[in-house]
């Protein structure tokens, strides 16, 4: 079955610094791959997502870049904000129509004013 | 429009009870997904249900049971309580199956589940 590999697993920038996580996966039959934020005590909530035959995928300050060779994901995230504080999962799934994501560990991402 | 809703928000139980925890879909959604999740820890898939029937499973023990009823909202049930079962439990809502929309999971805040 699938597995998702997170680092780091903190993470503490400045703010205005940019923040990289990355993620491996080992099903290369996977084909969609979401990042969600976790605040304390809050859901995980969907901040962008990107599909297989996509290699990259920018939402304003957030990124995601795909790898399928080498089954790397990663989320970059620009002009790091105190708000951005979270952890931060990213997930894969073979999307068959039945959803199962597989997540990673999670990244604590701590940025300072 | 209302988000995915889960009740209770808190629970506590002793080993050896059963506890049942209830989830509304966001509106217009129609299939449920079960996640647990523990301290520290990436959500674990528990079960998926769609037109009231469960149609992909993780690994998880049959103590592990759910149900999902004609209006789209789901039950899961836990019998027989360990101490390990005390995690956060989360509830996903998706729309459609076959489709690119089924993919994005919407979560609710969950329900953070004590055994003592």
């Known amino acids: 079955g699938e597995n998702v590999e997170q680092h780091p697993s903190t993470l503490s920038v400045q703010e205005g610094d940019s923040a990289v996580i990355k993620c491996t996966y080992s099903?290369?039959?996977?084909?969609?791959f979401p990042w969600y934020k976790q605040e304390l005590g809050k859901r995980p909530q969907l901040i962008i997502d990107i599909r297989s035959n996509v290699g990259e995928k920018k939402d304003q300050r957030i990124a995601v870049t795909l790898n399928k060779t080498a089954k790397h994901f990663s989320l970059h995230i620009t002009e790091t904000q105190p708000e951005d504080s979270a952890v931060y999962f990213c997930?894969?799934?073979?999307?068959?129509?039945?959803?199962?994501?597989?997540f990673g560990t999670g990244t604590r991402l701590l940025v300072s004013p | 429009d209302a988000g995915v809703t889960q009740s209770p928000t808190h629970l506590i139980k002793t080993r050896g009870q059963q506890v049942t925890l209830r989830c509304s879909p966001k509106?217009?959604?129609?299939?449920v997904s079960w996640y647990q999740q523990a301290l520290g820890q990436g959500p674990q898939f528990i079960f998926q249900y769609y037109e009231e029937e469960e149609r992909q499973r993780g690994n998880f023990p049959d103590r592990f049971s759910g149900h999902q009823f004609p209006n789209y909202s789901s039950e899961l049930n836990v019998n027989a309580l360990l101490l390990g079962d005390s995690a956060l439990y989360l509830c996903a809502s998706s729309l459609g199956t076959g489709s690119r929309l089924g993919e994005k999971l919407f979560f609710g805040s969950g329900t953070q589940l004590s055994v003592l």
């Open positions: 099903d290369s039959a996977s084909n969609y």
């Open positions: 997930a894969a799934t073979l999307n068959t129509g039945f959803q199962k994501l597989v």
């Open positions: 509106s217009g959604h129609d299939t």
